[in-house]
């Protein structure tokens, strides 16, 4: 481990920021309403086994749990008091503390602090729920079928661009703050900004002067450059000016169909022009084969071309399986449960151990230790409700 | 606060940068935003692809490029030029970092593989971004982030329920993702060299680290032994919660209703059957989301989207637009809070980027400075990092090492 401990006390917006830091090394603590605990505990999907959310089981693995509601009697004295034994504080913004009052307090803190919009636009207020930043934050408007209904991306993705931008920022202020006599220092992210410097969408407005639309699979350029079906599921094939040559083998791979004869073809840009008169011949080759045959073929050609992979796909596919994608996590008392393998894995970090994400409260003993209370006197806050029995 | 000066928590580290396209250039676009010395390193017989991706003539005028390699110095080196090897173990010997993205094999033979790299310099952290892997039995794939999309399961979920043909996004959405979870693992590396004094190397390949953004849903499919449903634009615990239309043409508005009080704001607003006590439970309104969802739709397209968004988020509703570029562009917010400004560049004019979603208090970072056009700072980096003098530089240039 790094020695640094983070106090994580967020919504479940901020929670895979606090994974992250995890898996770089840092030791995570966090805070967590007593009685419920964290809302992505009861977030579906739930595992059948324990009903517990797959969100926290996810990104709470390696962290430790404390209960404390900051709002309660002697809880802000309670936060001080863990903030005092911290090196850092992941907060969202809409915790009932000020990041600046905090910074103030505890001068040698880093300070994460997760927005999900900017606080002086529109949307400062709103509630930090995934569909929402997803939305403004651009992509979601450039994903689904041209005439339908854009679509959100799967799986919290707003939690994760956020999360990934605030680890890299907090774990940079580290850097450039060696040690406590330096000062702390604070450091806000725009999820929504995040989001929305992808995908060059807004210098691509800025360019053409009109908005990028949305065209489902189909790539700005490539062609083929989208979803095909195929006989026992669907691949994506992409062939683009990138690749020289890579027009010329495509064709060979399709047994040089005469309607695809037109040497002006060989120009990504002119067959993006005429991808109506293209698709339909590369649909009807693709239909009669297998996936396994177009992978294959394709890559063996130095291709780009890839299966259409379900999650079930993900758990047993041969190439991620041989890296190192499964990995398993263990709890208190021992039962090893399977978990996907951290996003980022440094050769440094990689004794730390994969905990399964804690039960409520299970570190309760860091908050006891922090503020120095007794058996009596937690009693006491638990009957007040500021802290878990 | 901004400054003309590389100024920011990564000052004073040096990156030897030799990612292109998306992924490489947009996790080292991080390290620039936070004042570090970005050496973008190119070739006049292999430019990063993204100069040309509008398919201009001239390299200068790609403004994806231009977005994606803010504040960085290009030098341009032919790497299969005898003496390339040498001259960039110099520039890695004054280096903090090394990144890559070419394919599989690509800085072994041109002489520039780890071992090489640590024997001049042992704190180097070495960063390869491979899209499949440097090992296992698909490392030799070609695959691009539209590739990878479908093949970590993300065109499989991203889709509305019951989709018969998976459509997922046209974005290479992975590249950016894994950009960022590549530039927070090169942080972490730096704290891991103060405490080791060691350098280290980092692989964050694509496809894998792709497939764990999906983690949560990977976990839920190996504990229950079956995928969790495709849920789209729902929320499988918020009833109304969805992406609706608006008057006008291909106008959306996202809304999540969080609580019945919500609910029943929204429906005061929309009235008629909205108001039904059928509805007025969560329990309810998920038997009837279908219908739920129709009196919303129903109501949505009747308004502009404006005066919807004005009309629900005064209401207290959680609601939001699904932003196009043209609104991200002229969005108040991220311009007031300077998440979006203007830079100035010699071919492409005056311009409006988004720039860093990250705000430090006491450390002010680097204003907005232009990508580089090509070869710009070859001679001013060797001067500068090397202390190459001008007859050197002129020999290099003659044997065409530079270019």
């Keep these: 481990m790094l020695g640094l401990r983070v106090i994580e006390w967020v919504s479940p917006a901020g ?137 959100c991306a799967p799986g919290w993705q707003s939690y994760i661009v956020g999360g990934a931008q605030l680890a890299f920022a907090m774990a940079a202020a580290f850097w450039s703050r060696p040690d406590r006599g330096a000062g702390g220092e604070v450091v806000y992210v725009c999820y929504q900004a995040a989001l929305a410097a992808q995908e060059n969408v807004i210098s691509d407005f800025e360019g053409r002067g009109h908005s990028t639309p949305r065209t489902g699979s189909q790539h700005r350029t490539a062609v083929p450059g989208r979803v095909y079906p195929c006989r026992d599921g669907f691949v994506h094939f992409m062939v683009s000016n990138a690749q020289p040559g890579s027009w010329e083998r495509f064709l060979e791979f399709l047994g040089n169909p005469p309607e695809l004869s037109d040497s002006r073809l060989k120009d990504a840009i002119y067959r993006r022009e005429h991808v109506d008169a293209v698709d339909p011949v590369i649909e009807r080759i693709f239909a009669d084969k297998t996936r396994e045959e177009l992978v294959t073929g394709a890559q063996r050609r130095h291709l780009p071309c890839a299966p259409v992979q379900s999650l079930t796909d993900l758990c047993h596919d041969p190439h991620l399986l041989a890296r190192g994608f499964l990995d398993h996590a263990v709890t208190s008392s021992g039962q090893s449960y399977p978990m996907p393998a951290p996003g980022i894995r440094l050769p440094d970090a990689r004794d730390i151990p994969m905990r399964w994400a804690p039960t409520l409260g299970a570190d309760n003993r860091v908050l006891k230790e922090s503020a120095d209370l007794d058996d009596t006197t937690w009693a006491a806050l638990a009957a007040a409700g500021t802290v878990s029995k | 606060m901004t400054t003309a000066q590389p100024s920011g928590p990564l000052a004073g580290i040096r990156v030897l940068d030799f990612t292109h396209m998306v992924a490489g250039p947009y996790m080292t676009l991080q390290m620039a935003y936070l004042g570090a010395e970005v050496i973008k390193v190119e070739s006049r017989r292999r430019i990063d692809g993204w100069r040309v991706r509008n398919g201009n003539r001239d390299v200068e005028m790609s403004w994806p490029f231009a977005d994606h390699n803010k504040g960085k110095r ?72 539209p590739n990878l999309l479908a093949y970590t399961g993300f065109t499989h979920r991203w889709n509305h329920p019951g989709a018969a ?55 839920s499919t190996l504990l229950n032994g079956i995928e969790p449903p495709v849920t789209g634009n729902h929320h499988p615990a918020q009833v109304p919660s969805g992406c609706y239309p608006c008057r006008e043409p291909d ?38 989301r279908k219908r739920v969802d129709a009196l ?108």
């Design chain 1, 15 to 151: 929670e895979y920021a606090g994974r992250l830091l995890a898996d770089i090394g840092f030791e995570v603590v966090k805070i967590e309403p007593p009685g419920l605990g964290s809302l992505s505990r009861r977030m579906p999907p739930l595992w059948d086994q324990s009903g517990e959310g797959v969100l926290h089981l996810y990104c709470n693995a390696r962290k430790q749990s404390v209960t404390l509601d900051v709002s309660a009697p002697g809880g802000d004295h309670l936060l001080d008091c863990l903030l005092g034994r911290a090196d850092a504080l992941l907060m969202t913004s809409d915790q009932p503390v000020d990041p600046s009052e905090l910074a103030r307090r505890h001068p040698h803190l880093i300070i994460g602090v997760a927005q999900s919009f900017p606080p002086q636009g529109k949307w400062g207020t709103l509630p930090a729920e995934d569909l929402l930043i997803f939305a403004a934050g651009g992509l979601m408007y450039l994903s689904g079928e041209p005439e339908g209904e854009p679509v």
């Design chain 2, 74 to 145: 290009g030098i341009t080196v032919n790497l299969k030029h005898p003496l390339a090897a040498e001259l960039i173990a110099r520039l890695a010997s004054r280096c903090d970092v090394v990144t890559e993205n070419f394919s599989t094999g690509v800085m072994e033979r041109l002489g520039l593989d780890d071992a090489y790299f640590h024997a001049v310099n042992p704190r180097l952290i070495i960063v390869h971004l491979p899209a499949m892997g440097r090992s296992g039995p698909r490392s030799d794939w070609v695959a691009w982030g």
């Design chain 2, 165 to 219: 043909v998976p459509v997922g996004t046209q974005t290479s959405y992975l590249d950016y993702v894994v950009g960022l979870h590549g530039a927070a693992a090169v942080a972490g590396a730096l704290l891991w060299r103060r405490r080791t004094g060691k350098g280290t190397v980092l692989e964050l390949a694509q496809a894998g680290t792709a497939a764990s953004l999906l983690g949560p849903l990977v976990l």
């Design chain 2, 251 to 288: 106008a959306w508005c996202a809304l999540t209703v969080a609580d019945d009080r919500a609910w029943a704001r929204l429906a005061r607003i929309i009235g008629g059957e909205a108001e039904d006590e059928a509805f007025r439970h969560l329990p309810g309104r998920l038997r009837h």
């Design chain 2, 296 to 403: 919303v739709r129903a109501f949505t397209r009747t308004q502009n989207r404006e005066d919807l968004l004005s009309q629900l988020v005064a209401a207290g509703i959680g609601a939001a637009p699904v932003a196009t570029g043209e609104d991200l562009a002229k969005d108040g917010g991220l311009s007031d809070g300077g998440y979006v400004t203007p830079v100035d560049h010699p071919k492409l004019g005056r311009r409006r980027f988004p720039g860093p979603a990250m705000r430090f208090v006491k450390t002010p970072l680097t204003q907005s400075r232009r990508a580089p056009l090509l070869g710009e700072h070859t001679a001013r980096v060797l001067r500068e990092v090397l202390g190459a003098e001008a007859d050197e530089l002129r020999e290099w240039m003659a044997c065409g090492l530079l270019e």
